[in-house]
Each structure stands twice: as C-alpha cells, then as structure tokens.
T-cell receptor
Framework: DAGVIQSPRHEVTEMGQEVTLRCKPISGHDYLFWYRQTMMRGLELLIYFNNNVPIDDSGMPEDRFSAKMPNASFSTLKIQPSEPRDSAVYFC??????????????FGSGTQLSVL | KNEVEQSPQNLTAQEGEFITINCSYSVGISALHWLQQHPGGGIVSLFMLSSGKKKHGRLIATINIQEKHSSLHITASHPRDSAVYICAVQGGSEKLVFGKGTKLTVNP
C-alpha cells in the first residue's frame, strides 16, 4: 500500500480564500484523523471519523473549519475563509480497528499551509 | 498544566550513547504512543503500549501505569536517530493528547 496520501504538500493562499486539504487513508483502515501542528501548540486533534462517520469534532477551532468523509477512501478538510492564524502543518492519519487492538497510527506527509 | 509532559525538551548526544526520553501524564489512559518526527516533517508511529515493555531493534519503550510514566530508550544511538520524539496518550476514545516533543540530536 502507498500509505496515507495527502495533497497538496504545500499550499500558499491569501487571507479570505477557501482552502481544501485532501486525504486518502490506507485501504482497510476504518479510522481517519485530522491533526494540526504548530510551533506553539504542537500536535492537536481536529476531528476523527470511524467508518466515514465523524465521531469527535471538538478540536475543530471554529465554524470556518469543516471536514467530510464521503467514502472510505477519501476525506477533505476545508477552511473558509482562511486566516493567517490557520497557518500550520495539517496531518491526516489512519488506523485499522480501534483502541485495545494494538494498531499503530499511520500518518500522511502533511500539508504545509501558509495563509498570507 | 499540559496533560502530557516530556523531558528533556532538547537532547544532544554523541554517537553510540544510550538515550532516555521521559513522558509523564496526569490522566488515566488506555494506551500510550511514541512517535518519531523526522527533520523533513514526516511522522512515524514507533510504539503503542498499554503495559510493560516493547522492543524494536535499538528502541525500547516502557510504561508504568501506576506511576503514569513512560520512557523511550535508544541503545547505541546513531546520527540517523536525530528527530523529534513525541509521546501521546489515549484515554477512553480514539483521541490522542500529545506532548510537546523531545528534539534529539546525535552527533557523529
């Protein structure tokens, strides 16, 4: 398997623009996570899905952020409108089954987002 | 106070040295993860453990549930081990809470 695939690798946009980040999890994995990493706050969970259903979105900063998982092989994280403070690295990760199953988490390469 | 505390924040070692990175947490957990983030930014899961000890190559992870403490050890360290090592704890759901990371530099 190619691993978790994220696109784009880098995104530079202007404040107010819509940004869409994409993720393809590993085939057969039924959990998908979106994380954000900044120097100040480190890694933070934004939202996670189980079998395409959002389970916990308490980490989504505000209504400008939305995430969807229309099928088992694709998820998007959208920011509209984007703001400079959204600049960060956004990681997608997936795993098979759930807690207690000793399944490791597999991360994508991340999307470096810069909002000017 | 962060739920997950790592020490040290930065660590510099000479090639061949034995390295220990510590992680303490304040909440009950179901599992603890150790992650490695390479200088290029990619993140790799090293271990997931809920008790005892796990070993993979030169890496050893231990956890003491009663003391709410975990350690990551690297034996015979090598410059390619230079990375940020991140501890994360998992409570009653799939949500992970992360430490700030320990930046390890191994000099040749």
């Amino acid at each position: 398997d190619a691993g978790v695939i994220q696109s784009p690798r880098h995104e530079v946009t202007e404040m107010g623009q819509e940004v869409t980040l994409r993720c393809k999890p590993i085939s057969g994995h039924d959990y998908l996570f979106w994380y954000r990493q900044t120097m100040m706050r480190g890694l933070e969970l934004l939202i996670y899905f189980n079998n395409n259903v959002p389970i916990d979105d308490s980490g989504m900063p505000e209504d400008r952020f939305s995430a969807k998982m229309p099928n088992a092989s694709f998820s998007t994280l959208k920011i509209q409108p984007s703001e400079p403070r959204d600049s960060a690295v956004y990681f997608c990760a997936s795993t098979r089954h759930g807690q207690g199953t000793n399944e490791k988490l597999f991360f994508g390469s991340g999307t470096q987002l810069s909002v000017l | 106070k962060n739920e997950v505390e790592q020490s040290p924040q930065n660590l510099t070692a000479q090639e061949g040295e034995f390295i220990t990175i510590n992680c303490s947490y304040s909440v009950g957990i179901s599992a603890l993860h150790w992650l490695q983030q390479h200088p290029g930014g990619g993140i790799v899961s090293l271990f997931m453990l809920s008790s005892g000890k796990k070993k993979h190559g030169r890496l050893i992870a231990t956890i003491n549930i009663q003391e709410k403490h975990s350690s990551l050890h690297i034996t015979a360290s090598h410059p390619r081990d230079s990375a940020v090592y991140i501890c994360a704890v998992q409570g009653g759901s799939e949500k992970l809470v992360f430490g700030k990371g320990t930046k390890l530099t191994v000099n040749p």
